[in-house]
């Protein structure tokens, strides 16, 4: 078997911050590449500041920024522009979640950085991409749900909308500017030409929303709020026990079959308004009714056990919080809780990356990096000694 990780030999200049970018370049790191973050002298990314313990680093940055390396740079000043320019001739990928324009107004546009480094991959990820209409627009997660049409399809039917939990859309953002690096990355090795990537966080919303475009262009239905309903089928929702919720997801007659038999309401298999699961949906609120108080009796774990694992086998699971995961044996087989020792925090515990590649090995750093923490390692690649970098701190420019 191979070993090793998967992106050795990789070096990308990170110069996002907050979410969406840090964890695209996270992922990228976990992979193994050598992810530098450029960060703002003195403060650093914003995300540093945020949940923590009172002066300690945001335990969010730490997760979306693990294993790599930081160094500080201020790309408004022409000397931190061009310092950024040498480092660019020895790396593969300069990735970036600016709004749009804004490296172009600092000298720092994509065919300024592939002029001094053809082999180099830009990636742009911003709210509304670099081109259109909107192009520039400020944006934040819920804005990209608005627009990308996945909020107005969340919620229930008698309510507001309601955004994806935790921060959704600038998740979903972040894995397609993941992939679509080391898309660019393989590309460039096959054709020895390096493109230009451009991703918008409402592209990559819309782009999930579940078909529901399509659907309507094909029959005009409408995308609407049903809940934790599925608008096709049913019953598929979250069922409230009497010690919590459980979601059951029927999506088939034979599920449904199923189902009817471990409630104990067999006649519901040759009932007219439940044979299909087009009549099942045209009668949600019925049948939703008849299994959510067969649910109600019990608790979580009394329904899980009569229609999971060992009884009817159906697809179901107690609804549960992020930190009710933390020893969670699945999970916890599947190496998706990480924790590390952390010289101030004591410990951090960290999201495992969901990609499982055989013999691959961990990343290099375990733990997200102090500010500048590597200033004087990454440039001295170019040829700074401590002189040189102690008269760019004076001049706030590193």
């Known amino acids: 078997?191979?070993?090793?990780?998967?992106?050795?030999?990789?070096?990308?200049?990170?110069?996002?911050?907050?979410?969406?970018?840090?964890?695209?370049?996270?992922?990228?790191?976990?992979?193994?590449?050598?992810?530098?973050?450029?960060?703002?002298?003195?403060?650093?990314?914003?995300?540093?500041?945020?949940?923590?313990?009172?002066?300690?680093?945001?335990?969010?940055?730490?997760?979306?920024n693990r294993g790599k390396r930081s160094i500080t740079l201020d790309l408004r000043k022409p000397e931190g522009r061009d310092?950024?320019?040498?480092?660019?001739?020895?790396?593969?990928?300069?990735?970036?979640?600016?709004?749009?324009?804004?490296?172009?107004?600092?000298?720092?546009?994509?065919?300024?950085?592939?002029?001094?480094?053809?082999?180099c991959v830009v990636a742009s990820l911003n709210g509304f991409g670099n081109t259109g209409p909107r192009a520039g627009e400020a944006?934040?997660?819920?804005?990209?749900?608005?627009?990308?049409?996945?909020?107005?399809?969340?919620?229930?039917?008698?309510?507001?909308?309601?955004?994806?939990?935790?921060?959704?859309?600038?998740?979903?953002?972040?894995?397609?500017l993941a992939l679509g690096v080391v898309v660019a990355l393989r590309d460039r090795d096959r054709t020895g030409v390096a493109r230009v990537l451009d991703v918008s966080n409402q592209d990559a919303i819309f782009a999930i929303t579940d078909s529901a475009a399509t659907i309507h262009a094909g029959i005009g239905a409408e995308a609407s709020r049903?809940?934790?309903?599925?608008?096709?089928?049913a019953p598929y929702d979250a069922y409230a026990a009497r010690d919590g919720f459980v979601a059951i997801a029927v999506g088939s007659n034979k599920l449904f079959r199923i189902l009817a038999a471990a409630i104990g309401k067999q006649e519901l298999i040759s009932d007219e308004r439940f044979r299909s699961y087009r009549s099942r949906a045209a009668n949600r609120t019925l049948i939703n009714a008849i299994v959510g108080e067969w649910v109600a009796e019990r608790t979580c774990d009394e329904v899980v056990g009569v229609l999971g694992r060992g009884g009817a086998e159906l697809p179901c699971a107690k609804v549960v919080r992020p930190d009710e995961l933390l020893d969670d044996p699945q999970l916890l087989a599947r190496e998706m809780i990480e924790r590390h020792p952390h010289p101030d925090l004591?410990?951090?515990v960290f999201h495992g990356n969901p990609l499982k590649f055989s013999g691959a090995e961990p990343r290099e750093r375990a733990l997200a990096p102090d500010l500048a923490a590597h200033n004087a390692e990454i440039f001295a690649e170019i040829g700074l000694g401590p002189a040189d970098l102690e008269r760019l701190a004076e001049d706030e420019i590193i």
């Open 226 to 233: 049903v809940g934790n309903q599925h608008p096709y089928t």
């Open 1 to 64: 078997m191979v070993t090793g990780r998967l992106l050795d030999g990789v070096r990308i200049l990170d110069l996002t911050r907050v979410v969406a970018g840090p964890f695209a370049t996270s992922v990228l790191s976990d992979l193994g590449a050598d992810v530098v973050k450029v960060e703002r002298p003195r403060t650093g990314d914003d995300y540093r500041y945020g949940p923590s313990a009172v002066g300690q680093t945001s335990l969010s940055f730490q997760n979306t």
């Open 139 to 176: 944006s934040y997660d819920i804005v990209a749900q608005a627009t990308g049409g996945l909020l107005a399809m969340t919620g229930f039917p008698d309510a507001a909308p309601v955004r994806g939990g935790g921060a959704l859309g600038d998740y979903v953002g972040g894995l397609y």
């Open 346 to 348: 004591g410990e951090v």
């Open 83 to 119: 310092l950024l320019l040498r480092l660019v001739e020895r790396a593969d990928a300069v990735v970036e979640n600016f709004r749009a324009g804004w490296l172009d107004a600092r000298g720092l546009s994509a065919a300024a950085i592939q002029e001094r480094n053809p082999r």
